[in-house]
């Protein structure tokens, strides 16, 4: 529904996930700690403006909500109408995935002694206030979709890279792979530094 959304959720994720990332931790840190501010981000659904949280019925959404100006993270709303679903693919950076309304299913690839991909583990279904982690070293392939038939279902993503511009992967069953650069689905990124409407109030 229309709201006017509260942008000092994300600038303080933004200013924390960078406190976080200034002082060079190992990944491992980052996943741990960066899921701890992630799980607060996504805690309150107030904060996503709708533009950016708008389906489309050829596919999937990635919008561009903040890159870190040194490219070391980014974070993107991930918009699914109903049904829809990404490609096998991976990712090569380390991420975070945070189900803010609706819900998803993931599901793992890997590769198999003769080279194929199949599906390893049980599909991981994220519901509001989730979090999953990606990483290359935990395992970073795999499939995605709306798991519900009937709505909207948005995710915030956390990547450790400027994302829209990895060249990255998406994965026939035989192993073959085809590179793809994502890009992202807006041209325009939310305000979230205009604070003269906090320093207003009385």
């Known amino acids: 529904m229309p709201h006017a959304p509260n942008p000092g959720r994300l600038r303080h994720f933004v200013t924390a996930f960078a406190a976080l990332l200034d002082s060079k931790p190992p990944e491992v840190q980052i996943l741990r700690d960066g899921s701890a501010l992630l799980r607060q981000l996504i805690a309150v659904d107030d904060w996503l403006p709708d533009a950016y949280a708008q389906p489309q019925p050829e596919r999937y959404q990635q919008y561009l909500l903040h890159a870190d100006s040194a490219e070391r993270f980014s974070i993107v709303s991930f918009v699914w109408g109903p049904g829809q679903a990404t490609p ?19 599901q793992a690839y890997r590769y198999t002694q003769d080279g194929r991909l199949q ?5 991981v279904k994220l519901t509001p206030g989730a979090v999953e982690l990606l990483s290359p070293g935990l395992g ?22 400027n994302i ?9 069953e035989d192993g073959s792979r085809k590179t793809f650069i994502s890009g992202y689905s807006n041209t325009h990124l939310p305000n979230i530094w205009d604070r003269s409407k906090e320093l207003k109030q009385p």
């Open 88 to 106: 096998v693919h991976d990712h090569t950076v380390w991420g975070l995935i945070g189900m803010l309304r609706g819900a998803e299913t993931s």
């Open 140 to 161: 970073d392939i795999h499939k995605v979709h709306n798991t519900l038939a009937d709505s909207v279902s948005v995710s915030i993503h956390v990547y450790g890279a």
């Open 119 to 123: 599906a390893s583990g049980a599909a």
């Open 164 to 172: 829209g511009a990895v060249q990255r992967s998406v994965f026939a």
